[in-house]
Nanobody, 122 residues
Framework: QVHVVESGGGLVQPGGSLRLSCAAS????????MGWHRQAPGKQRELVAT???????TYADSVKGRFTISRDNAKRTVYLQMNSLRPDDTAVYYC????????????????WGQGTQVTVSS
């Protein structure tokens, strides 16, 4: 019923930039928080950034000042602008979207994107 599609990953040189997009579609009544996680080979998945429905953002210390999370509610899309990329940013990036139900008495569900590979290498 709910589909989440990521795009924007790829290969970039150190110091370069990428913008990831994550769009939700399907049976969606409302969207609450959205966020990005990443998982590098051999490492635990970590939280990268979040944004609430009110626009409040949080960032991991490792990306603060370099990454910016934003959202377009009309497009049901969350973005991650990544600047000054470093090799240790290499990971599979996953978006997550908290989807609300028609009844506010029902708890929202988290939906995850399929993941998009970001590789930072010269």
């Amino acid at each position: 019923q709910v589909h989440v599609v990521e795009s924007g990953g790829g290969l970039v040189q150190p110091g370069g930039s990428l913008r990831l997009s994550c769009a939700a579609s399907g049976s969606i009544f409302s969207i609450y928080d959205m966020g990005w996680h990443r998982q590098a080979p051999g490492k635990q998945r970590e939280l990268v950034a979040t944004i609430t429905s009110g626009g409040t953002t949080t960032y991991a210390d490792s990306v603060k000042g370099r990454f910016t999370i934003s959202r377009d509610n009309a497009k049901r899309t969350v973005y991650l602008q990544m600047n000054s990329l470093r090799p240790d940013d290499t990971a599979v990036y996953y978006c997550v979207i908290k989807v609300g139900r028609k009844s506010l008495l029902q708890p929202p569900d988290d939906y995850w994107g399929q993941g998009t590979q970001v590789t930072v290498s010269s």
